[in-house]
């Protein structure tokens, strides 16, 4: 692709929009008026070659233009060397050809192209016959194990405990206070017992 067909193009550190007529350097905007790019991109279709003065004014300063061309062209000139930190006397980026012209020696190139990252789509897999009725069985188990707890919490009733016979201990005389702390050895019984004014241990009998 030629460069004159070009839409955006780089050169050291500088970038050219030919569509929109903006300059960057690093990718900061500079502030630079109509003209002076518009004769870079002139110079920037024919890299390495001549551009005359005269093809300068034809391209860019209208016959019916009342301007004084030879200064205008200078101060344009001026503005765009300054932009690019360039100098007549050594020119890194437009060469002065005396009387004739300018020339652009440095090496264009295209912008590379802005790479979008690419997403990776997952895959699902759909599952198994074996792992479906995996699925479904523990889905039973669940709802068998719900409706067999909600049965039992609406039947269930929890059991008060009764008096059903009562049993002689024993046939002593002797007061026998605070039976709430009898104790038992599983196979006899223990409580206080009052004889006098002594507590004994005593066990029915």
Not at 34 to 53: D, K, M, S, Y
Not at 85 to 101: F, K, M, S, V, W
């Amino acid at each position: 692709m030629a460069v004159a067909e070009k839409q955006k193009l780089r050169f050291g550190p500088f970038a050219v929009d030919l569509r929109s007529g903006e300059l960057f350097k690093n990718g900061t905007k500079l502030k630079l008026q109509p003209q002076p790019v518009q004769i870079l991109a002139v110079l920037l279709e024919n890299p390495g070659e001549l551009v005359t003065r005269e093809e300068l004014r034809q391209r860019i300063w209208p016959a019916d233009t009342f301007v004084d061309f030879e200064q205008s062209l200078n101060t344009a000139i001026k503005k765009l060397r300054q932009a690019l930190c360039d100098e007549a006397e050594t020119p890194r980026y437009i060469e002065t050809l005396p009387r004739r012209g300018y020339r652009f020696i440095a090496e264009v190139s295209e912008p590379a192209p802005t790479q979008q990252p690419s997403i990776a789509t997952p895959v699902i897999h759909p599952p198994s016959r074996n792992r479906r009725l995996q699925i479904w069985l523990v889905a039973l188990a669940a709802c068998a194990l719900i409706i067999a707890a909600a049965t039992y919490s609406k039947f269930w009733r929890p059991t008060i405990p009764r008096i059903v016979a009562v049993h002689r201990l024993t046939n002593t005389p002797y007061a026998k206070p605070g039976y709430d702390r009898m104790a038992t050895d599983v196979s006899r019984v223990y409580f206080n017992e009052v004889r006098g004014t002594y507590w004994n241990i005593s066990e029915p009998g």
